[in-house]
Each structure stands twice: as C-alpha cells, then as structure tokens.
Nanobody
Framework: QVQLVESGGGLVQPGGSLRLSCAASGSIFSVNTMGWYRQAPGKQREFVASITSGASTNYAGSVKGRFTISRDNAKNTVYLQMSSLNAADTAVYYC??????????????WGQGTQVTVSS
C-alpha cells in the first residue's frame, strides 16, 4: 500500500535551520498536491505549506519568508526547508499527499509525523 515516510526532524537552536523530507512509496499512479501540516502541544493541527504537481506553492502567514516547500516528482518526495526557526515552530510536522494508486483513484495520505523542537 502507499506509504509516506518522513525524516529530518530533531532539536535545533533558535535561529537555526532544518530540512524535512517526505517520500511516497508504493504502487503510485500519480501524486498531486503535497503539503506539510504541524501540531503543537495543546493545539489543533495547522496548515504550513503546500505544493501542486505544477510546483505552485502556498504558505501559512506564520512561515512565509522563512520556510520553503519543494518537490522532486521523479522521487515522489516533498521537502520543507525551515530557516530562522523559533520556539513557536516547535511541533510535530506531518507530511500530506493526495495520491492515485492501484487501490484508489483519489486518497489523502499522511506521514507518521516527525518532531521538530526549537530550544536553546
């Protein structure tokens, strides 16, 4: 079955940078919009950034100018380059992808989440 595997999370100091990766694997026919969401302790999951198959991007206002989303269609992978990180960015980051596969024409998939902690 289709699976999204995330990597790149960890502990970083304020002002630092991290690069998250999310690779989709399985019997995939096509990958449409991919994106990133995050959930901080005690808060609801929120949208961070998205990128279409044509590479059009969208960002939450809180991260615009600091985060950059990109994708490698040949590898079915989406990236999130995070810079100028601050404590408010601390959260579990989840990869999301809309995928057509042998099991479904359209299915919304989620990664397992990767922890990003910004602390001195």
């Amino acid at each position: 079955q289709v699976q999204l595997v995330e990597s790149g999370g960890g502990l970083v100091q304020p002002g630092g940078s991290l690069r998250l990766s999310c690779a989709a694997s399985g019997s995939i026919f096509s990958v449409n919009t991919m994106g990133w969401y995050r959930q901080a302790p005690g808060k609801q999951r929120e949208f961070v950034a998205s990128i279409t198959s044509g590479a059009s991007t969208n960002y939450a206002g809180s991260v615009k100018g600091r985060f950059t989303i990109s994708r490698d269609n040949a590898k079915n992978t989406v990236y999130l380059q995070m810079s100028s990180l601050n404590a408010a960015d601390t959260a579990v980051y989840y990869c999301n992808a809309h995928i057509a596969s042998r099991w479904s024409f359209d299915q919304d998939y989620w990664g397992q989440g990767t922890q990003v902690t910004v602390s001195s």
